[in-house]
């Protein structure tokens, strides 16, 4: 692994000259929001915000896409164009570590042994992550050190990017990474010193994380209690708004629909939402999840037990946007907390 | 990279047989525009595939052919919703898609060297009827043990597959008992609901399995029957139906606990339903 130093009067240039090539998505303000856009030319990216209010699972898998286009012809309707194949390279500026960790675990969806997705894993493969770790935590919300991340965690990313205080620590951690520092050209290397202060800030950093919640620790009791009193206390002020799970880096629940403009067709994948009672609306009138209450059990269990059932994780990276964001201040640090102590 | 599982499979619509009175349920014969997706769809009893209508949407249908009749695949499928309303109405000729085959099948090498015992309701025949004709194929049948079957319908004339119904009739090495809740003027044969007739014929429980499959209500007072005959939960095979979109364990609707219906079943024993949260 390449490390490198970067001059903090230097790292807006950087991401500019990748700009020049190919299309680069970084965070720039969008009215009060930071959110993740594509740099326009000469555009330069933010370098001090707290992070995203979206997550940047949209450049993998979007909040609507076109899986197939298709005609309407004399004999009937019929495929014209199947949409994968298209994606190009692409450079992810200043992703957050947690939000970079979402990206492993989506891999392990839907990159999954026998039923991949190719759509998702296209845009994966062109898309070289530069993350941006948090020495300081921008948010009291933060609790990645609970759900299995760090402030300065390497998972998903390709570059890690350590603010030293007066340089960043640049590390070039796969070979999609290393690609850039080719691009970059001479960049000095970095030396014992600054090794020595990006393994202070490691520590500094983690213990800087305040809110914590049980992880891993309370799946004993989920696996034993999908019945209980508890599950009819979280939901009932939710407005199944769904807010949480379309800020959620994680979640990847969608659904499939098609669309006619005259002649041409096309069938378009969208994000949808386990917290609305359509997701699993039975055209016979049956539905399994009747109330919110079923519906938040289902969040709740996919993320801290479902998901660990099947790939060995929590499907939480702890970015406490779903906290931030709830129009009702229902707190799934609280919920989780609770369940610890029943 | 393998096929983009998104992508529908050409097939033109052969042939639509209506099978009830009502007329809301029709099988439709699909054949493959392109021979090396016919050589490729490689499929067993139990699964299903997302019927594809390019315009109107998918829709979850199991395979009611059998994988021994070749050239063509078969759906029975109810007038519903908005893609099987749009099938209702499509003629033969006309070019549609499928997506498949999903899912896991009926357990059929465990159903090899025992007795086997069928239960349907209703038009939830479709894959139990693959399966039926799965191992009555002549290659097939010395693989397994006696075969019995229970159907049964609301009335005669909701019987689906009733040409099958007669040529299975004629055979010595199936035992088919087909019931109607109530008869009509010109049915001769049997009546009963299908809980009381598997507790007549009492299929011995002995070195045997049954599948079964039709509306909540049979299978609840079903399941007691057999309980009673000596079958565990081991060896009683049931199949779930739960909305579905991607059939490919990535959309997220058709989880029960940890398990996707679409892909880690629809088939499940009763032993591994017990062990699955009851939210189905």
């Given amino acids: 692994m390449e490390k490198r130093i970067i001059k903090k009067e230097n790292l807006a240039g950087l991401v500019k000259k990748l700009a020049a090539e190919r299309t680069v998505y970084a965070p720039v303000m969008e009215g009060d929001n930071v959110v993740y856009a594509a740099l326009e030319n000469g555009k330069e990216p933010l370098l001090e915000y707290g992070n995203t209010k979206d997550a940047p699972k949209n450049l993998f898998f979007p909040q609507a896409e076109t899986l197939l286009r298709f005609l309407r012809t004399k004999r009937g309707m019929e495929l014209k164009e199947d949409e994968t194949g298209k994606a190009k390279e692409v450079v992810l500026f200043g992703v957050r570590p947690c939000d970079a960790r979402s990206f492993v675990l989506l891999d392990s969806l839907f990159d999954q042994e026998n039923w991949k997705d190719p759509y998702y894993i296209e845009r994966r493969s062109k898309t070289t992550v530069i993350s941006k770790g948090c020495v300081q935590p921008p948010y009291t919300t933060c609790f990645c050190t609970s759900v299995g991340g760090h402030p300065l965690s390497t998972e998903g990313a390709d570059v890690l990017l350590t603010d030293l205080g007066d340089a960043y620590l640049a590390e070039f951690l796969t070979p999609k990474g290393e690609k850039l520092l080719e691009k970059w050209g001479d960049l000095p290397k970095a030396d014992d010193a600054a090794e020595a202060k990006k393994k ?143 | 990279m393998e096929r983009n599982p998104y992508l529908p499979i050409p097939v033109e619509v052969v042939k639509i047989t209506t099978e009830v009175d009502t007329k809301d349920i029709k099988t439709f014969r699909l054949a493959f525009t392109k021979k090396e997706d016919e050589e490729n769809f490689k499929y067993m009893p139990g699964q299903f595939a997302e019927l594809s209508l390019y315009g109107k949407g998918e829709s979850p249908i199991g395979i009611a052919s059998s994988p021994t009749q070749k050239g063509y695949l078969e759906f029975t499928v109810q007038r519903a919703g908005v893609v099987t309303q749009a099938l209702h109405s499509m003629e033969e000729g006309t070019p549609m898609g499928v997506r498949g085959p999903l899912g896991n099948y009926w357990p059929i090498d465990y159903l090899e060297g025992k007795n086997v015992v069928i239960v349907g309701g209703g038009f939830a025949f479709t894959t139990l009827r693959s399966l039926l004709n799965y191992m009555l194929y002549e290659e097939n049948r010395a693989r397994f043990g006696d075969i019995t079957v229970v159907y049964g319908a609301r009335s005669p004339g909701l019987l689906i597959y009733k040409d099958e119904l007669t040529e299975w009739a004629k055979r010595k090495d199936l035992n088919l008992n087909v019931t109607v809740d109530k008869g009509d003027a010109g049915w001769k044969g049997r009546e009963g609901f299908v809980p009381t007739v598997c507790k007549e014929i009492a299929p011995s429980s002995e070195n045997a399995v049954t599948v079964i499959c039709g509306p909540p209500i049979m299978i609840r007072f079903t399941l007691p029957v057999f309980f009673e005959l000596g079958f565990s939960k081991e060896n009683i095979y049931t199949s779930l139906e739960m909305r579905m979109k991607c059939g490919i364990g990535k959309c997220g609707r058709c989880n029960v606990g940890n398990k996707y219906v679409c892909k880690d079943g629809p088939v499940f024993s009763l032993a591994e339903l017990d062990k699955l949260t009851k939210e189905y």
Avoid at chain 1, 303 to 313: C, G, M
Wanted: glycine content about 4%; overall charge positive; some cysteine.
């Fill in chain 1, 200 to 342: 202070d800030l490691l520590a500094k950093a983690e213990s800087e994380i305040k809110s914590k919640i049980p992880g891993k620790e309370i799946k004993t009791w989920l696996d034993a209690n999908f019945e209980h009193p508890f599950w009819d206390t979280i939901h009932k002020s939710c407005l199944a708004c769904g807010t949480c799970t379309y800020l959620c880096p994680t979640c990847h629940c969608f659904d499939i629909t098609d669309e006619m403009k005259k002649e041409d067709g096309k069938r378009v994948r969208s994000w949808d939402s386990c917290m609305y009672w359509l997701f699993t609306q039975e055209t016979s009138g049956h539905n399994p999840r009747t109330s919110q209450k079923q519906r938040w059990r289902q969040r709740l269990m996919h993320k801290f037990k479902y998901f660990v059932d099947n790939f060995d994780a929590i499907a939480c990276v702890g970015c406490g946007r779903c906290v931030m964001y709830c129009p009702v201040n229902i707190d799934i640090r609280k919920i989780v907390t609770d369940i610890s102590k029943l």
